[in-house]
């Protein structure tokens, strides 16, 4: 991944974007009074193109779209309370910045450019801008929140009320397993996730062979 790549990562993941709400000011792109509503927009696809930016994948270092093939964004739109007329704003708005180009339309440079732009408020009148810049905070806190849980690997042992499945036999009750076969949120954070049995059993081990009375 390039380094621009890794800092929008680290500062994505650490930085909210209510300041910058707070921070938008009257912008140098004032829509007319009377604009009609921003065109119809496909949910799935501006919703991919955002958990992308927020979470980018490069060959080598997987991110948010690796795990399209598991349907992150089908997951993502589960509970998301943005609108379609909010995304479809979202979207709509890039082409003030980029000769009418949507924002699913834009090159992976461009659309963290775009992001700027929204953090910023400086391109937008006070209104769009507070409204794109909320919309872009409910959709990367429902990224992160779907991302960094361990999806897919978390619902694997779940049933469709989210009860864990175990196997039969199973008792060590290990119900969210990091397994080493597919590389998730938590792997890209660097947490291991619960212990294994056999880990546990490696540890106890080692433990039972140091001499407490030292």
């Avoid at 065109?39 to 193109?49: N, S």
């Avoid at 979207?91 to 775009?114: C, H, M, P, T």
């Amino acid at each position: 991944m390039s380094e621009n790549n890794v800092t929008r990562r680290d500062f994505l993941k650490t930085t909210g974007l209510g300041t910058a709400a707070a921070a938008a000011t009257l912008g140098v792109a004032e829509r007319a009074s009377g604009q009609s509503a921003a065109p119809a927009a496909d949910r799935a696809a501006v919703l991919a193109a955002m958990g992308d930016t927020l979470i980018p994948s490069d060959p080598g270092d997987p991110g948010y779209k690796t795990l399209e093939p598991f349907n992150i964004t089908a997951e993502v739109m589960k509970n998301l309370s943005v609108t379609d007329a909010e995304l479809a704003l979202f979207n709509s708005q890039a082409a003030v910045i980029y000769s009418g180009k949507n924002f699913v339309q834009l090159s992976e440079k461009d659309r963290e450019g775009y992001f700027d732009a929204v953090l910023s408020g400086e391109k937008f009148d006070k209104e769009t801008a507070q409204k794109l810049q909320r919309t872009m905070r409910q959709v990367r806190e429902r990224v992160f929140q779907v991302f960094y849980r361990n999806y897919p690997e978390h619902t694997l042992q779940r049933d469709s009320k989210g009860i864990p499945i175990l196997p039969d036999g199973e008792l060590h009750q290990i119900t969210n397993p990091n397994t080493k076969t597919l590389v998730t949120g938590w792997d890209v954070a660097g947490y291991i996730g619960p212990l294994t049995w056999a880990e546990e059993e490696r540890r106890r081990e080692l433990l039972k062979k140091i001499d407490w009375k030292e």
